[in-house]
């Protein structure tokens, strides 16, 4: 019994416009591989040994204010100590938006503080109903630390005037989220559930 070829049949013919079909493909398939690299790398990352943001999850949030809702694609979320200890910290401002959610199993006494980060941010502050009710600002590289008035139950980091630009604030909800990566199933639900 012969074996079949696997080469394609089209690409076999020697015809020009085969072979110019073929070195297209060959480049379409080597440009997407290129894009699918660079996607796995933040393009903000700073310092040695890089920072793998991709091996978190990530969350899509959608806040609800008095009159509109703000989607917020893809935002890195820190849940496990090592992860909201490193937080935003080592990373420069680039092309996208610096944020990270900060999720604790209940309210606990937190303090934020801005070591080795060299951009502004806005730190909003949930309650357990994924209320905001407090928004700081906190100034790039330095130790001090920053107390909400409340304990919270999570916390978003923006660069410095993004929540301002879109309108959010105080009174905000989280009314919907959905994380997905970090090697777990893709998770649906309400604001903190």
Known sequence: ??????????????????RWLERQCMTTRMALTAVLIAMAWHPAIA???PLLLPAMRHCDLTLQGPDRMVFMPGVPLAVSPPDQRRGLSRLKPGGQPLRMLFVWNKPVPQAVWMHDTPAPLDAAFLDANGRIFQVISMSPNTDAHHYPKVWP???LEDDAGDLIHHGIGEGWVLVRHRCYGGGQPEHTAGPLE
């Open 1 to 18: 019994m012969k074996a079949k070829s696997a080469v394609n049949p089209t690409f076999a013919t020697g015809h020009p416009f085969s």
């Open 47 to 49: 310092g040695d040994p």
């Open 153 to 155: 139950s999570a916390m």
